[in-house]
């Protein structure tokens, strides 16, 4: 058990629609980092945020953006889904703004685009 | 891709048999952190590995580190049935961002 939740646990949403992912980080936690893992590939880094501010992005585009909130919880919108955005979506969260440290994850939500 | 590679992809061996798994990573790093993932869900932290260390025990886990190969291996002694998971390594660059190996799906077997 990490202490990050993450909802919903799946989601299915058409071409097109725009989806909203939530995450509640541990307390204490400054920074959370958003993930997508594909069907059998490893996580790819889609940013994080250091006290509600983007503070490094992955090479996602910017229709994958993100809010952190003070409360520790955060969201992960995506706007004209595709096909292809069909994956996992994790949320982690670390003490620290280098990251150096352990990232503590979400069990993930589930999204699948039609 | 700046992912890393892990080999073998999939190993599939005995309860009480050590299990092996070797990761490549691209950059120079910070540390490099090993995750199990149980049936697609979230990632659990195993062990973190400093860039100025060569190896590392916890428990029933050993992991070495190259720097010089850029390369890591974990090491599961007297795997159980519950150890079935996929495996990953992760390449901490000290930039905001894990990048994360592509996995290695282990079968132990009663």
């Known amino acids: 058990e990490t202490g990050v939740t993450q909802s919903p646990t799946h989601l299915i949403k058409t071409r097109g629609q725009q989806v909203t992912l939530r995450c509640s980080s541990q307390s204490g936690h400054n920074t959370v980092s958003w993930y997508q893992q594909a069907l059998g590939q490893g996580p790819q880094f889609i940013f994080q945020y250091y006290r509600e501010e983007e503070n490094g992005r992955g090479n996602f585009p910017p229709r994958f953006s993100g809010l952190q909130f003070p409360n520790y919880s955060s969201e992960l919108n995506v706007n004209a889904l595709e096909l292809d955005d069909s994956a996992l979506y994790l949320c982690?969260?670390?003490?620290?703004?280098?990251?150096?440290?352990?990232?503590?994850f979400g069990p993930g939500t589930r999204l699948t685009v039609l | 891709s700046q992912q890393g590679e892990e080999d073998p992809q999939a190993l599939s061996i005995q309860e009480g048999e050590n299990a092996t798994m070797n990761c490549s990573y691209k950059t120079s790093i910070n540390n490099l952190q090993w995750y199990r993932q149980n049936s697609g869900r979230g990632l659990v932290h195993l062990i973190l590995?400093?860039?100025?260390?060569r190896e590392k025990h916890s428990g029933r886990l050993r992991v070495t580190l190259d720097t010089s190969k850029k390369s890591s291996s974990l090491l599961i002694t007297a795997s159980r049935a519950a150890d079935t998971a996929s495996y990953f390594c992760?390449?901490?660059?000290?930039?905001?961002?894990?990048?994360f190996g592509t996995g290695t799906r282990l079968l132990v077997s009663p």
């Open positions: 590995i400093r860039s100025n260390e």
């Open positions: 982690a969260s670390g003490g620290s703004r280098e990251n150096t440290d352990t990232q503590y």
């Open positions: 992760a390449a901490n660059t000290g930039f905001q961002k894990l990048v």
